[in-house]
């Protein structure tokens, strides 16, 4: 079974503070994937990584950033947290080849104050 | 772009009942189509894919979709459905990147099925 963890379920943070949150998957897939999730929107992309150290911009990378500098580890970095951040965060990892075929990890709600 | 439109974000339907999840997606290349599901406090997974072949797929938990090209819909549908089946359920369709180098997917808003007894 394809496990993917995230480092924290619940956070809150304030305004201001530069947030990382962790990813780690553990079977040994090429891609790795932020989304943030929102009421009425959906899943949006925010980076993803098909390599150690390689990244593409998603949809909203706009005040983030990440770092992979691990295969099974992908971190999304908030430089300096704003409350329109608050959100649902879930990571997920696949094979290379099946972008498609995405696994998911439990998600970590974020709260900026 | 490619874009995503779940037409129902509530929907209500009583233990045993049929239902359909409607998706409807913009493209103007080739696509693969998704339905994932999220039951409450856990990630995404994935119920089924069409990727090419027969126009009828099934997937997980009885759950079957139909790729319909000239209406470009993917509707889910199961005809007897379970409280466990209470969860949201997302469309989704592979697009590729700006760049060019890779397919990301694109998420409909999803769609909050809540079966009750």
């Known amino acids: 079974d394809v496990k993917v963890t995230q480092s924290s379920r619940y956070l809150v943070k304030r305004t201001g503070e530069k947030v990382f949150l962790e990813c780690v998957q553990d079977?040994?897939?090429?891609?790795m994937f932020w989304y943030r999730q929102d009421p009425g929107l959906g899943l949006r992309l925010i980076y993803f990584s098909y390599d150690v150290k390689m990244k593409e911009k998603g949809d909203i990378p706009e005040g983030y950033s990440v770092s992979r500098e691990k295969k099974e580890r992908f971190s999304l970095i908030l430089e300096s947290a704003s409350t329109n951040q608050t959100s649902m965060y879930l990571c997920?990892?696949?094979?290379?080849?099946?972008?498609?075929?995405?696994?998911f990890g439990p998600g970590t709600r974020l709260t900026v104050t | 772009a490619q874009s995503v439109t779940q037409l129902d974000s509530q929907v209500p339907v009583f233990e045993e009942a049929p239902v359909e999840l409607r998706c409807n997606y913009s493209s103007s290349v080739s696509v693969y189509l998704f339905w994932y599901v999220q039951y409450p406090n856990q990630g995404l997974q994935l119920l089924l894919k069409y990727l090419s072949g027969s126009t009828l797929v099934k997937g997980i938990n009885g759950f079957e979709a139909e790729f319909n090209k000239s209406q470009t819909s993917f509707h889910l549908r199961k005809p007897s459905v379970h409280i466990s089946d209470t969860a949201e359920y997302f469309c989704a369709v592979s697009v590729f990147l700006s760049s060019g180098s890779a397919r990301q997917l694109t998420f409909g808003s999803g769609t909050q099925l809540t079966v009750l007894p």
């Open positions: 997920a990892s696949s094979i290379s080849g099946l972008l498609y075929e995405q696994y």
């Open positions: 079977m040994d897939h090429e891609n």
